[in-house]
């Protein structure tokens, strides 16, 4: 059976495009029209699901991965949470790798909760379900190893992937993230090296783990270092666009076959209707916003390739 990571680099392969809508979708980013019929959470969910759905049919062509973010749907409910359901499971119906967003983390028993939701199995009474059968969830390490274990377990269990949080792409990562330690490590450089060692277990056939890292294209420098440090991680790459990262700080954290990471990009191309192609329908625009990131993408990471 194929790793969960080689799935995804072979679908970036196919496409020619490492990157990865975010359907971090509120109220707010739906047309107006449909706005103004949200009077509670139910039509919330209704019009939040057909907007994902709608969106995720007008990129599915051409872009390999959907990250879709908990807490926008969270938010809203139990309906809300339908909406987040829905969602991840029409994406891979439609032949996209699915990552869950959720950033979960705890100790023990309810790590294992956590990861029975996203990436395993819940037990009911003579049988095991997926909940929300996602193909990449993404992790927080900072509790340590014991809150990690059980999310590792259920990626060779069930062939899944995580994305561990290394370098988050928030201006104020570095308050924690880049304190030094007594052995003259960054705090961030010290879970990367763990995240590598959790990794090797699952390496697969492009030198990249299904144990992957979550790295921000907002700190350039820090970045690079990760990219060079931790050669077999691959990275989901955070920050581009409305966050301010550029596709020349993005090029740093691929490898020298333009390979190693997908970027996300979420506010940028679910209000594309309402800012750079205004007048579209918000499927149409999402598409042509999501086509200009592939090219400023492509190009970038190919000009450090052939550099």
């Avoid at 988050?168 to 570095?174: D, F, I, L, Q």
């Avoid at 350039?220 to 989901?236: D, P, V, Y």
């Avoid at 409305?242 to 191309?269: P, T, Y």
């Avoid at 329908?281 to 390739?305: C, H, S, V, Y």
Wanted: with cysteine; glycine share 12%.
């Amino acid at each position: 059976m194929e790793l969960a990571i080689d799935a995804l680099i072979s679908k970036i392969e196919e496409l020619d495009n490492p990157t990865c809508v975010g359907l971090d979708t509120c109220i707010e980013y739906l047309p107006q029209k449909w706005q103004e019929k949200c009077g509670n959470f139910e039509d919330a969910g209704r019009y939040i699901r057909d907007f994902n759905l709608g969106i995720i049919d007008a990129v599915a062509d051409i872009v390999p991965c959907v990250k879709v973010q908990i807490a926008c749907y969270e938010m809203y409910g139990a309906e809300g949470m339908r909406a987040f359901a829905d969602t991840i499971s029409y994406a891979r119906q439609k032949g996209l790798i699915a990552i869950a967003d959720a950033k979960r983390n705890d100790i023990g028993g309810t790590a294992r909760c956590y990861s029975a939701a996203f990436l395993g199995r819940a037990k009911l009474y003579g049988k095991e379900l997926p909940t929300f059968e996602s193909d990449f969830l993404t992790v927080n390490a900072y509790l340590g190893s014991d809150g990690v274990k059980p999310f590792l377990e259920d990626v060779g269990r069930y062939n899944k992937g995580i994305f561990i949080l290394v370098k988050t792409s928030n201006p104020a990562s570095g308050e924690l993230q880049d304190r030094r330690l007594e052995d003259g490590r960054t705090l961030f450089e010290a879970v990367g090296d763990y995240v590598m060692e959790w990794g090797k277990p699952f390496m697969g056939k492009y030198g990249y783990s299904s144990v992957g890292a979550v790295v921000g294209c907002t700190h350039r420098e820090q970045a690079e270092s990760l990219r060079k440090r931790l050669r077999g991680l691959f990275f989901l790459i955070p920050g581009y666009g409305a966050q301010g990262g550029k596709a020349e700080d993005i090029a740093v954290c691929f490898d020298e076959l333009g390979r190693g990471g997908i970027v996300n990009s979420s506010r940028a191309i679910l209000t594309a209707h309402k800012n750079r192609f205004a007048g579209m329908g918000f499927d149409e625009a999402a598409r042509e916003a999501a086509l200009l990131m592939r090219e400023d993408l492509t190009r970038a990471i190919r000009g450090k390739a052939n550099g």
